[in-house]
């Protein structure tokens, strides 16, 4: 089921980034990383809070999305790493904190087996939001993710203010207007 729910978002994402490359030219050399035009913060967030049934389903899509993004196995393809790295970092906001999840994941993977055990999440706020007349929403959240890093048991505990789009069936986080983790 966790390999199910990484390559689905795989493919979402890679879809994502199919869609987005029209009118290139093809001989043109790619950009390593072209970070999009932000919306975090142009988005008009509501007072009111998200309902219960709401929260839970938003809490629910961002643990799928976690399980996915945040930290993964060391058996993942490397294309497939390079993959989920790269929509990570592009849907970071801040510089400061692209560049300090680079290194950080770049120390953690460095030479280590890494085993993912389990992924909870705990929505502590999550409110309606609205961005060009396009309705969205923004969470706050504490992401823990556990396992095991060449046999040594490990915790990380990430704090986590997303934008995300919970209108439909899916949750999709849209961009990370902070991250910080322990």
């Not at 049934?53 to 393809?77: F, M, R």
């Not at 510089?95 to 770049?106: L, N, S």
């Not at 939001?129 to 969470?139: F, I, L, N, Q, R």
């Not at 704090?159 to 919970?166: G, K, M, S, V």
Request: hydrophobic share 30%.
């Amino acid at each position: 089921m966790k390999k199910c729910i990484k390559y689905l978002a795989l493919f979402c994402f890679a879809a994502v980034l199919l869609c987005g490359c029209k009118g290139k030219d093809e001989g043109a050399e790619a950009d390593p990383l072209v970070l999009p035009d932000y919306m975090f913060d142009k988005v008009e967030k509501s007072d009111e809070s998200c309902t219960d049934e709401e929260i839970q389903k938003i809490q629910e899509g961002i643990n799928n999305w976690a399980k996915a993004y945040l930290l993964v196995d060391s058996y993942t393809s490397s294309e497939d790493k390079e993959a989920i790295d790269t929509g990570l970092y592009e849907s970071i906001v801040s510089d400061k904190e692209r560049e300090e999840v680079q290194k950080d994941r770049d120390e953690f993977y460095q030479d280590c087996e890494v085993e993912i055990e389990s992924v909870s999440t705990e929505v502590t706020a999550a409110n309606p939001a609205t961005y060009e007349e396009k309705s969205m929403g923004v969470a706050s959240c504490k992401v823990t993710i556990t396992g095991t890093r060449n046999e040594e048991k490990f915790e990380r505990n990430y704090d986590l203010e997303l934008l995300i789009n919970y209108s439909s069936n899916t949750v999709s986080v849209y961009e990370i207007g902070a991250i910080s983790w322990k």
